[in-house]
């Protein structure tokens, strides 16, 4: 028996695939194997993931370059391609997929959940169109940074499970590294996913489709009077929560087309996204954003919009009368904003420290510390970790102040929010403690993702690459040790525009 057979035969034990996407109609996605490549090499497999799962990931390290690359078939699994459509930038597209995606199966992991395993970049699809189906070895180590560095931030988002080298180029701008990165996703449904079947006038696809994720998803809708308009509600409100957690993080999708809105409320596509240095709710890195239709601050609005979206595609089954379904959509549509508000309160309030109990003029106590943020050009996680810290003590301001461009320019407000935290007994050590759980330390700094991004590209080296990741893991602990990891650029070291992978 051959090495891949040994290892294919123990791998039969450790994967326990079932695949519930592969059994809806064959619509819904394209069967498709991955396409070999020359030269596979692990280069990052996240252990810890694969023991979630319930994965033998003694097994999958050892074999890791064959099964992440798609060499080797894992047993149990069924590729497919999911078909899909979607907005982007505005402009709908009917028939999109994954061009360079491969669904691998579904397992169900040591919490009961349903994830999927799927491979980014191995090869192409019969929705690749005009793209070779591959992945260069940047975006899938910008991939994988970036959604662990959000899973430790708390926010829910797709996994990295693993990532290798293909030993194969691709041609971008110029000629780089190949790569296969390996994801973990709650589903990879998408607004664009109904849209699909809703351009094609396929009411019953919608309603199947509907079904599927709310026996996935949402099963607490099962038997309610209005489960599909229930369920539209539901994804509004993960959405919403969503986006209020990114804003408080600083992060910018950069690329919120509906094809990369999922109906679970995870955060995925990493593209071209990128965290904000000082606060600027204008803010745009991604290249491909001339208008700045997906800034820092329009995100919420995006949401809502593309929700709209979603609605529409649901319409012809929200109910049978359609003058009362427009009108059901049009109340969730609307409710969305509102969610959204109350979502961010609650992650605004929590980074000042303010108890649950408003005061009239906190909303005023809010915006006027953003505005000077904006006014002094501050840099928004700092500002918000040093903030933590002169919750304890009063001394630490000094540090807040070489933040801004006028030291003293929040003087005063520290003042009123003092006298704010006053009405509250809790205790300012635990206040202090409270604010370092939901404002990080560490997040993915733009110029440090490159410069690891950078060493991996030009000189195939990778410890850049793993100490970032090690850092980030922990974003909401002091690690004086990787200072440097927290500070925001220097003049010449900021990063003003990211790229799409494609």
Known sequence: MSSATTAAAGTARTIPFDNSYARLPDIFFAPVDPTPVEAPRLIAFNRALAEELGLDADMLERHGAGYFSGNVALPGSLPLAMAYAGHQFGQFVPRLGDGRAILLGEVIDRNGKRRDIQLKGAGQTPYSRRGDGRAALGPVLREYIISEAMHALGIPTTRALAAVTTGQPVYRDRMLPGAVFTRVAASHIRVGTFQFFAARGETDNVRVLADHVIERHYPELKGVETPYLALLDAVADRQASLIAR?????????????????????????????????????????????????????????????????????????????????????????????????????????????????????????????????????????????????????????????????????????????????????????????????????????????EALTEAIDHDDFSLFAALNDVLAKPYEDQSAFAAYAEPPKPGEEITATFCGT
């Open 246 to 450: 990114w804003l408080g993080v600083g992060f910018i999708h950069g690329v919120m087309n509906t094809d990369n809105m999922t109906i679970s409320g995870e955060t995925i596509d990493f593209g071209p996204c990128a965290f904000m240095d000082h606060y600027d709710p204008r803010t745009v890195f991604s290249s491909i954003d001339q208008n700045g239709r997906y800034a820092f601050g329009n995100q919420p609005m995006i949401g809502q919009w593309n929700i709209a979206r979603l609605a529409e595609a649901m319409l012809a089954i929200l109910d049978e009368d359609q003058d009362k379904a427009v009108e059901a959509a049009n109340a969730a549509v609307g409710r969305f904003m509102e969610r959204f508000q109350d979502y961010w309160k609650a992650v605004i309030r929590a980074k000042l420290g303010l108890g649950e109990d408003e005061d009239d003029g906190d909303q005023t106590l809010i915006r006027d510390l953003l505005v000077t943020l904006y006014e002094q050009k501050a840099d928004y996680t700092l500002a918000f970790r040093r903030l933590s810290d002169s919750a304890e003590n009063s001394e630490a301001d000094a540090a807040l102040g070489k933040l801004l461009e006028d030291p003293d320019a929040l003087t005063p407000w520290l003042a009123a929010w003092r006298e704010r935290l006053a009405q509250d007994a809790t205790p300012p050590q635990d206040r202090a403690a409270a604010m370092r759980r939901v404002n990080p330390a560490f997040i993915p700094r733009n110029h440090k993702v490159e």
